[in-house]
């Protein structure tokens, strides 16, 4: 299974936002891809989560690069391959 590790926004200043640092004084957890397709356009959207589950930041329509990490799961332990 694949999860999103890394997200940068190509923007001026550039942000990036990565699974296990720290933004704000909250930890990043998790990073969703939450966009939908419509018949004659696409609305991107990625949310940034923190431990709780809260809602860090959105982004969305903005010019991205997404850096995956494959996740290995074995009898409900997720270890994450190559660490």
């Not at 590790?5 to 998790?30: W, Y």
């Amino acid at each position: 299974m694949q999860i999103i590790h890394r997200l940068t926004v190509v923007s001026n200043p550039t942000r990036v936002f990565e699974v296990g640092t720290e933004l704000d004084g909250r930890e990043v957890i998790e990073i969703k891809q939450v966009g939908t397709a419509f018949e004659n356009s696409i609305h991107s959207e990625f949310t940034i989560h923190d431990e709780n589950g809260d809602l860090i930041a959105s982004i969305e329509n903005a010019p991205v690069i997404v850096e995956y990490r494959q996740i290995v799961e074995h009898d409900e332990d997720e270890t994450v391959e190559g660490e």
